[in-house]
């Protein structure tokens, strides 16, 4: 089939992309999407109440397969001065970001012993670090380098909360999640850093043309998106009932509320008074 895309919506600015990227995100879009129906029947065959390693997948997936839709239709782009001219920009992908970079961070944080307060505020510097690279993206300016830097900085807060921050606290389940948290934590923070190097070298300095900065972040988007959450499935349906339990989001069953005891309700019933000591 002919790939007609670009047809119906051509592409704007000096720098573009051309059918063969195209051709590249419809295969990625592809990829993705298998990837969601694989990750829809998987979450079916869950039967714990705590659902939310099993629908994270789901989420992420489905945001990826709408995002790469519409950058292979050559849609959700803007045209920005770049060095040299002016350059397709894809607003569209930091949209899959901001949406999906917090939710990989959570089905990670979820099995350690961090209250809510210290994941949601994990939670928030992902968007910080999505933010920075969008807005930098539009500037036009050497002034995007500044939220270059504000990314960056977030992204290394990032690899501190996960490695550092994290194991202050005793891991809420056994040996075998924590020994899978540190492998998948490692494998996010690889990928995630190889991001701001394509950012530097297209939205940033315009080193490489629009078609090579989609194959870069296809590939990244695939690994740290569908393979990724292939580790991550597999290492879920290892967990026992108990593991998916202690994976809770709740306040309380992270010692952020305590537990007081009720005050004794009056019965009528007078309370016994010290003993009486006869004098007679």
């Known amino acids: ?37 694989i990750s829809l029947f998987w979450t079916g065959l869950g039967r714990h109440r705590n659902k939310i390693p099993y629908q994270i997948p789901v989420v992420v997936l489905t945001v990826a397969s709408i995002a790469y839709f519409s950058m292979a239709s050559d849609l959700g782009f803007a045209v920005i001065s770049n060095r040299g001219g002016t350059r ?64 960056l900085a977030a992204l290394f807060y990032l690899w501190y909360r996960l490695f550092g921050h994290s194991l202050r606290y005793a891991f809420r389940v056994g040996q075998n999640v924590r020994s899978g948290y540190w492998g998948l934590a490692a494998y996010v923070a690889f990928i995630w850093t190889l991001y701001p190097i394509c950012w530097g070298l297209s939205e940033g ?47 309380a069953d992270r010692g952020e509320i305590e537990h007081k005891e009720a005050p004794a309700r009056d019965t009528g019933v007078p309370a016994p008074g010290p003993p009486q000591v006869s004098t007679t």
């Open 205 to 251: 300095s315009n080193t490489i043309s629009p078609t090579s900065e989609m194959v870069f972040y296809g590939i990244l988007d695939i690994v740290a998106g569908p393979l990724f959450l292939f580790f991550y499935m597999l290492r879920v349906s290892t967990l026992q009932s108990t593991d998916l339990s202690a994976a809770s989001l709740s306040a």
């Open 1 to 37: 089939m002919v790939n007609k895309a670009l047809s119906n919506n051509p592409p704007a600015g000096d720098f573009h992309i051309t059918t063969h990227a195209s051709d590249w995100l419809w295969a990625v879009f592809s990829v993705m999407l298998l990837s969601l129906l």
């Open 88 to 151: 397709q920009v894809w607003y569209v992908r930091y949209i899959q970001w901001f949406i999906n970079a917090p939710l990989i961070l959570l089905g990670l944080l979820i099995f350690t012993n961090m209250t809510v307060s210290d994941i949601l505020t994990t939670l928030f510097f992902s968007w910080v670090v999505v933010v920075s690279g969008l807005i930098g993206a539009l500037v036009s300016s050497s002034y995007k380098w500044g939220y270059y830097a504000f990314g």
